[in-house]
């Protein structure tokens, strides 16, 4: 069997997802950690993931959720992919300012994980919250 290259003890290529990976250029870099019963991070999203001016793009604040709540998972010693996603989206999420994002597990059985997020402001202003089914795969 051949080896497979290694950086930092992580196969290459392993740490270059988009929402977490630290060696992808492009990517958004977040950095949880686990609070209690919630996978938690903050960050600040530059200019070049926005919408229109000053809020961010729909599809980086579900990136956002979806990986508060895959990302939990993954933390816990999982293997999971997102089998459904649902985004509800409050207010305009903006960019330059620090969001806090929350994911937490809901219910479980076997192989499939309910999960809910959120993205918020520093006051504590929701701006949006997903709800996902997770499908743990082996």
Request: aromatic share 8%.
């Amino acid at each position: 069997m051949e080896d497979k290259a290694m950086k930092n003890g992580r196969e290459l290529g392993e740490n270059y997802c988009f929402a977490c990976g630290l060696d992808n250029p492009y990517g958004l870099k977040l950095d949880f950690r686990i609070e209690g019963d919630c996978f938690v991070t903050e960050t600040t999203l530059a200019r070049e993931y926005q919408s229109y001016t000053g809020v961010a793009h729909g599809g980086i604040v579900s990136t956002l959720l979806d990986e508060a709540m895959g990302g939990y998972l993954v933390a816990l010693g999982e293997k999971a992919v997102t089998g459904r996603l649902s985004v509800r989206y409050r207010h305009p999420t903006p960019i330059g300012e620090r969001l806090r994002i929350e994911g937490k597990i809901e219910s479980r059985r076997t192989h499939f994980v309910k999960m809910k997020a959120i993205v918020a402001l520093e006051d504590g202003t929701v701006t949006a919250e997903g709800t996902a089914e997770m499908a743990v795969v082996e």
